[in-house]
């Protein structure tokens, strides 16, 4: 008698779609509404506070929305994704500091763009290798995400700002947005 054993995929995704099309870039963040996916690793919430303040700051942006994650090396489930598309007008989400999470950061931030929503992922530098291994697992070997200066977990706040500040340039460009302020 053979045992038979469900295998499962850990990407959580089990047909690679491979549709490389972005969102439409909105050009301007002016009064749009943003949501921030926190994937519960330390100092994510407070590295995408400091990047929400300064969107407001140079974009005008309409509100920003914090959303969680239940775990960080998973990707972001259906229900949620769909609240946050039907809820905003693009995501940022952070922050891939491990394997499993920078692999799932990214394939968040595929997932949003192919059912709409322009989205920014952002992973630790020391981890760029599992980002670009999951957008290629994904079929979409080219998709741009931002590659924040190791370490995250440990950082004061004030060094968080710095890391957002940082990252702003990145985040301008993915999203095709022209600074106002």
Known sequence: ????????????????????????RPGTL???RVGLL??????????????GDELRRRHGIGSVTMYTKDYFGTPVK???RDEIVRECDLVVTAVGDCGSCSAATVLDGILF???????VSIVSDSFLMSGQAMASLQGF?????????HPIASLSAEELKGRA?????????ILGAEVIA
């Open 30 to 32: 002016a009064g749009l």
């Open 78 to 80: 259906d229900e949620l």
């Open 141 to 149: 070997a080219g998709y741009d995400f931002l590659a924040a200066t």
């Open 113 to 119: 763009e192919r059912h709409g929503l322009p989205a």
């Open 1 to 24: 008698m053979t045992t038979m054993e469900v295998l499962i995929d850990p990407t959580g995704a089990s047909e690679r779609a491979s549709d490389m099309t972005l969102s439409p």
């Open 165 to 173: 500040d940082e990252l702003m340039a990145g985040v301008e460009r």
């Open 38 to 51: 926190d994937n519960t690793k330390p100092n994510a919430t407070t590295l995408l506070e400091a990047l």
